[in-house]
């Protein structure tokens, strides 16, 4: 359905819009059940980004890696000193206006946080950065296996939630950006396209995925580490930590947390990050309109397209907003 525009309703100087693209959210109900009922049934909550517009055409990912080693991301493998300036797995263009760009995310809570905590923070980690749409199909595909302690087990797909716009923006707090007194955070906003806002939307609710909402992002350091405080995350184990380029780490200094700019940081599998609840009305907080296509013709969801419905399970979720 595509990446949609945005309109400005009030004085646009104090947003910049980073990068514009698509976002899709999927769930995986747990080992062993065919179908969730609730959200205690929900193993993991996944979120695609899919880029396709921003401040600069071209963005740099980490170098291609081989996906298909279905062990990869379970291995503690210390990512190579010698990566220098281009971070732990080396440095690729992606032009993504013309190219395909899919960040798969994975929420540590198996939900958005909740709109009316606005002070709670949910931590979420890039599992995987690819150009191969397979290797997003392969993320999101069921699983067959054996164990020793409980013999076989199955995993089910995941299940295709919700589809829509999404934006990743600066927000100069207060004033314009050119004042040096003023304050800057990044967002991830988006608005739903499917399902259609006719249906129930059970399990978009019992995961707090709105019709839109606005998060501030902010981008952990993974080399800082210290005593865990009581809103502290344990986060990923050292060896999965992203290694970013030292262009980009250098911007921590000594900061625990960086906004997301630029996006760039989302580009590097192992980001761990941060989502805050800001608000379920974008416009009246940031003075900003997303404007889809207004369609909820199947047919035309971009993640029935590029995803199929057998890698995703039901499409029941996402079309008709009940739990499969």
């Not at 995986?28 to 909550?45: F, I, L, N, T, Y």
């Not at 000193?81 to 809570?109: C, P």
Request: net charge negative.
């Amino acid at each position: 359905m595509g990446q949609g525009e945005e309109v400005n309703t009030r004085n646009p100087s104090d947003v910049e819009i980073q990068e514009r693209g698509e976002i899709y959210f999927f769930y995986r109900p747990k080992v062993g059940k065919e179908e969730a009922h609730s959200s205690d049934d929900v193993q993991k909550m996944y979120i695609v980004l899919r880029p396709e517009s921003g401040e600069t055409s071209t963005e740099v990912k980490q170098a291609e890696d081989d996906h298909d080693d279905e062990e990869k991301n379970k291995e503690d493998v210390q990512p190579s000193s010698s990566a220098g300036t281009q971070g732990g797995h080396g440095a690729q263009e992606v032009n993504i206006e013309k190219e395909t760009l899919l960040r798969f995310i994975v929420m540590g809570k198996k939900s958005l946080p909740d709109p009316t905590k606005k002070s709670m923070p949910f931590w979420g980690f890039v599992e995987l950065v690819t150009t191969k749409i397979q290797d997003v199909k392969d993320a999101l595909k069921g699983e067959e296996y054996d164990t020793k302690t409980r013999g076989h087990r199955h995993k089910p797909p995941a299940r295709a939630l919700g589809e829509g716009m999404y934006r990743i923006l600066r927000h100069h707090v207060g004033g314009v950006k050119d004042d040096k007194k003023k304050k800057m955070h990044t967002h991830l906003i988006y608005k739903l396209e499917l399902p259609s806002e006719d249906v129930n939307e059970q399990p978009q609710e019992a995961l707090n995925v709105e019709r839109e909402a606005s998060f501030l992002i902010q981008i952990k350091n993974p080399e800082q580490t210290g005593k865990q405080g009581r809103t502290e995350f344990r986060g990923l184990q050292r060896k999965r930590r992203a290694v970013f380029p030292a262009h980009l780490q250098g911007q921590f200094g000594k900061l625990r947390y960086h906004a997301a700019d630029p996006p760039d940081f989302l580009n590097y599998e192992g980001c761990e990050f941060l989502l805050i609840s800001a608000s379920d009305d974008i416009e009246e907080e940031l003075g900003l309109d997303l404007e889809t296509e207004q369609t909820h013709d199947a047919s035309c969801s971009d993640l029935v397209n590029t995803f199929g419905v057998g890698e995703t399970g039901s499409a029941d979720a996402l079309l008709r907003g009940i739990w499969v």
